[in-house]
């Protein structure tokens, strides 16, 4: 069982930035994905960055050019460096991950994002 433990969230004004961190520990074999999800009140959760073991880099459109991920496979860890923050952008971000050739999710507990004037 993977369990995922996020830091970093918190308030900041519009045009600002914050960095998430997710560690993950456990039985962290074969994570073949690790990214960032998002639910803003009253919203699905969506996909926010999503880092697969192949090279590939996934991000919401709404995001692309202010917000970077990065993984370090060898600490089992990925972070988002969130630029240009904007009130849209407020919510609760999850960390994810998925392992070998299952479909389950394992999420983090989530932090809060919050961005207002």
């Known amino acids: 069982q993977v369990h995922l433990e996020e830091s970093g969230g918190g308030s900041v004004h519009p045009g600002g930035s914050l960095r998430l961190s997710c560690v993950a520990s456990?039985?962290?074999?074969?994570?073949?994905?690790m990214g960032w999800y998002r639910r803003a009140p009253g919203q699905k959760r969506e996909l926010v960055a999503g880092?697969?073991?192949?090279?590939?880099?996934q991000y919401a459109d709404s995001v692309k050019g202010r917000f970077i991920i990065s993984r370090d496979n060898f600490k089992n860890m990925v972070s988002l460096q969130m630029n240009n923050l904007q009130p849209e952008d407020t919510a609760v971000y999850y960390c994810?991950?998925?392992?070998?050739?299952?479909?389950?999710?394992?999420w983090g507990q989530g932090t809060q994002v919050t961005v207002s004037l």
């Open positions: 880092d697969f073991s192949n090279n590939i880099i």
């Open positions: 994810a991950a998925l392992q070998g050739t299952s479909i389950t999710i394992h």
């Open positions: 456990g039985t962290t074999t074969n994570i073949n994905f």
